[in-house]
């Protein structure tokens, strides 16, 4: 009898140490094919080059404090989109929120820097960051409520907004004039820079984002404004049968997650660089959407997930200076390793059974 | 019978998982005859009907065509085989004509001619007794209409042996009629004809053999003029069981809802609903009938205010003190800050009634999340609630914790029906309540409903099934395209009176 050669099924229930079995098993795969392209396209030890990748993520401790301020930042990002995502509201804007909420911060910082107390500053960037943020993520809400107009091209249009008003601002405040950078503010008083914790930079990012991923999770899971949020994404028709008002659902919850795309631009500016450029959120405000889907909306996973990719990064970087290669090739690895690890979801929802294999399986 | 079966099954396995669509099912069918598979909802008829027209792929057994062995894989593969399936849900384009429909996706010798394929389809019509006009548009045909060209489809390909999946769900008694009818003329022409359904009534009048599946198993099949409706039910559920529906006199009825001159509007500006006017008493279930889109379901959604009127009012009498509420563009919550205690079960349960990806408890805070000032959820009396429904009700679930979306419909019917009542409402309206549900749970349902009713509620129940709602309500209004063509007595009206009721309306305004 001429069968077809292989059956896909559908998983009812996975357990959970079979998921995470398959996850390893992808993984391992991942490293594996990268392996052999290594050999074949560089001719270099596989394992030096794995070996570079670690250094590059782990090797000094300053190594090990920039990747988890990586983490921080993009995890950061990550939370700000969830909520949105959680309502099925593509909100593809975080890169221009958190542009705008930086932006916010630096306005302040040069302005407001060497007039009152650091702490006064700091407070001040917070609010205008959040602020900024907020607003420019409500616009697009507005506009869906209102219209129905589409969130993902609407969010998307802001980015190049926001983008180009730092550049313009970058041009008009540049330091020294003409230079087209505005350069490190207030690099002598460190007037509204984040304080170092256990002298350390960064710690202090660390752990706001540490704070905020608990709370970004309570919010969600154990709120009621987290379950109309369920709702509303689960569907929209449920949500208005039993009563909510979906469109203040979705405007309220943009209004937080710009807050928090606001809150890791302030983090970038007042935390980190500084300074502000239109390169500031480095493309992490696109990066977000997967750390967010990656871990299936949930923001304790999302740690997981926002650490995996930076460590790639830092790694695949590390790959670029010590082998002299070019920069392609680390993205290749990178590619491959994020790919299996999409792929195995696959997997993990669906087992395949083939021909020769199917009379036994039925056994069993 | 010393024929070649046009179609046996021999020993025919499915799984989906662990879960076994069909066990080890053979039967046979003959050129010139119609067989009835019958067997509830979820028994298999379906899936078994899907493998022979190619639509999966049995996992264990054999498929016979002509006394000769046969792999189908696609529904080309069935075509070539002669066979043809009428799904239930239609599958037309709309903004194309009849003709066009027929001959789509067909790659015939020759040039495209739709003048030669109008030709073939009237005379396919002819020759059955189809009423259809071939360069009709989709979108302005009836639900019947376009159950005959799908039909015609099927024939127009040569189809020798023709499924019909559940056919008569979306007809009129008359429409029922005429499409037997048909059958019976395509029966003289020598073609095999299997009919699934679950209505024993059209499995005695149309069929000349009839074949149970209970439970994805093959139970048995027999001559239908040998047989008798306890019989099948009983080889169908597996029990004897009653189908009688207890009708008790409304105790104390008191206007409780009344509608006036309700009028309303759907997406594209079309009047779904037009001066509908009736009075809801307490303690009776009116049943409501029509033809599937006849406009039930904007009335029920405008009186839960989820559908805007264009014109009318809806007043809500509170029990006891009389005093008049006024409902008209009034959101669901507000009917509910009211004090109005009005619950509504949606036709559509997972996606309206229901969150499908929630467990039950999360499910049972839909209605009573709100409550408290806390901002935090509060689960222990949800939770106590899912675990007293799934109790009283038996609903079978593998805990508390399952997402909706994996329970039966029976069970789904069960979460949704249980919520809804638990509020203690005043008013229940029911849309379809039944639908999709086994012989066992719909009688739980009707149950419920009278218990409803007893305790005083005035329930509204939107049936398709004429059987059940002159057995089960005390007024029927029949609502034919968004009017009320009439207002029936459930004692005394007939089916036929009804389903010539539901063909009425729909005068230009």
């Known amino acids: ?364 | 019978m010393n024929k070649t079966p046009a179609i046996e099954l021999r020993n025919i396995t499915k799984t989906f998982g662990k879960v076994f669509a069909n066990r080890d099912v053979s039967l046979e069918v003959f050129y010139g005859e119609i067989l009835s598979l019958l067997g509830e909802n979820g028994s298999g008829k379906t899936t078994l009907m899907n493998m022979i027209a190619g639509i999966y792929y049995p996992d264990e057994g054999q498929i016979l065509v002509n006394g000769e062995e046969a792999v189908i894989r696609s529904p080309k593969d069935a075509f070539r085989y002669k066979i043809g399936m009428i799904h239930q849900h239609f599958k037309l384009v709309d903004v194309f004509t009849a003709t066009e429909n027929v001959i789509l996706g067909l790659k015939e010798k020759g040039r495209y001619d739709i003048k030669k394929a109008r030709e073939k389809v009237k005379a396919i019509s002819e020759q059955y007794g189809f009423e259809i006009d071939p360069d009709k548009k989709i979108y302005e045909m009836s639900v019947s209409e376009k159950q005959t060209v799908e039909i015609i489809k099927v024939l127009y390909r040569g189809a020798d042996i023709l499924m019909l999946d559940e056919p008569t769900a979306v007809l009129t008694p008359q429409e029922t009629e005429k499409l037997f009818k048909v059958l019976r003329k395509m029966k003289e022409a020598g073609k095999a004809i299997v009919i699934i359904t679950h209505k024993l009534h059209e499995v005695l009048a149309i069929s000349d053999r009839v074949s149970v599946l209970r439970k994805g198993a093959y139970i048995g099949t027999l001559e239908t003029a040998a047989t008798n409706e306890s019989e099948l039910t009983e080889m169908m559920v597996g029990k004897k069981i009653s189908l009688n529906i207890d009708r008790t006199d409304p105790k104390d009825p008191e206007e409780r809802l009344i509608v006036a001159h309700l009028s309303c509007m759907n997406r594209e500006g079309l009047k779904v609903l037009k001066d509908v006017s009736f009075t809801a008493y307490s303690g009776e279930i009116l049943g409501i009938a029509g033809i599937a889109g006849s406009g039930q379901r904007e009335l029920l959604e405008t009186i839960a205010g989820l559908q805007p009127i264009t014109d009318g009012g809806i007043q809500y009498i509170t029990p006891g003190t009389g005093i008049i509420e006024n409902l008209r563009d009034k959101t669901p919550m507000e009917i509910r800050a009211l004090g109005v205690r009005l619950s509504f079960v949606p036709e559509d349960r997972l996606g309206m009634g229901l969150v499908g990806n929630m467990d039950i408890t999360e499910n049972m805070m839909l209605r009573s999340y709100r409550r408290g000032r806390s901002v935090f959820l509060e689960k222990k009396a949800p939770k106590s609630l899912a675990d007293q429904i799934i109790e009283q009700l038996e609903v079978v679930t593998p805990s508390r914790e399952t997402a909706v979306r994996k329970l039966s419909g029976g069970n789904v019917q069960k979460v949704l029906v249980g919520r809804e009542i638990a509020a203690a409402p005043t008013v229940l309206m029911a849309a379809y309540p039944v639908r999709g549900l086994d012989i066992n749970s719909s009688y739980l349902i009707y149950n419920l409903l009278n218990e409803q009713k007893a305790n005083g509620v005035a329930v509204i129940f939107v049936g398709e099934d004429l059987d059940v709602l002159v057995e089960l309500c005390d007024r029927i209004l029949v609502i034919g395209h968004g009017e009320v063509t009439g207002i029936v007595d459930g004692r005394t009206a007939k089916k036929e009176e009804i389903g010539l009721l539901m063909t009425k309306g729909g005068s230009k305004v």
């Open chain 1, 1 to 364: 009898m001429k069968e077809p050669l292989f059956h896909i099924i559908k998983r009812t229930d996975v357990v959970w140490w079979k998921a995470w079995l398959i996850r390893a098993i992808a993984i391992l795969a991942a490293f594996l094919v990268a392996a052999i392209l290594t050999v074949i396209m560089t001719g270099l030890n596989p394992f030096s080059v794995f070996g570079a990748m670690f250094s590059g993520a782990f090797g000094t401790e300053r190594r090990i404090l920039k990747l988890f301020q990586g983490t921080a930042i993009l995890l950061c990002i990550g939370l700000a989109v969830t909520p949105a995502f959680r309502m099925r509201f593509w909100n593809i804007g975080a890169e221009g929120q958190v542009l705008a909420g930086g932006m916010a911060a630096a306005t302040v910082l040069i302005f407001a820097g060497d007039r009152m107390p650091s702490a006064f500053v700091i407070i001040l960037c917070l609010a205008a960051a959040v602020t900024a943020g907020a607003i420019w993520a409500v616009i697009p809400a507005l506009f869906k409520a209102k219209w129905n107009t589409n969130e993902t091209l609407f969010t998307l249009m802001m980015n190049y907004i926001a983008i180009q008003i730092i550049k313009y601002f970058v041009l008009l405040w540049s330091v020294p004039k003409g230079s087209g950078q505005i350069g490190i503010i207030n690099g002598t008083s460190q007037s509204g820079w984040l304080p170092k914790l256990f002298g350390q930079d960064y710690i202090f990012n660390i752990v706001i984002v540490a704070i905020l991923t608990v709370l970004v999770f309570v919010y969600l899971r154990y709120t009621k404004h987290g379950y109309e949020i369920s709702v509303v994404g689960e569907s929209e028709k449920t949500a208005r049968y039993i009563g909510i008002n979906v469109k203040k659902v979705i405007i309220r919850t943009m209004i937080l997650s710009g807050a928090i795309a606001g809150l890791a631009g302030f983090l970038l500016v007042n935390g980190t660089d500084h300074t502000i450029s239109a390169d500031t959120a480095g493309g992490n405000g696109f990066t977000a959407i997967m750390v967010s889907w990656l871990a299936k909306f949930n923001p304790l996973v999302m740690f997981l997930s926002s650490f995996l990719i930076v460590f790639l990064q830092k790694g695949a970087g590390q790959i670029t200076t010590d082998f002299g290669l070019n920069k392609s090739f680390s993205d290749i690895l990178t590619g491959i390793i994020i790919f299996f690890i999409i792929g195995c979801e696959f997997f993990i929802n669906y087992r395949i059974v083939f021909r020769s294999s199917r009379k036994e399986a039925e056994k069993s």
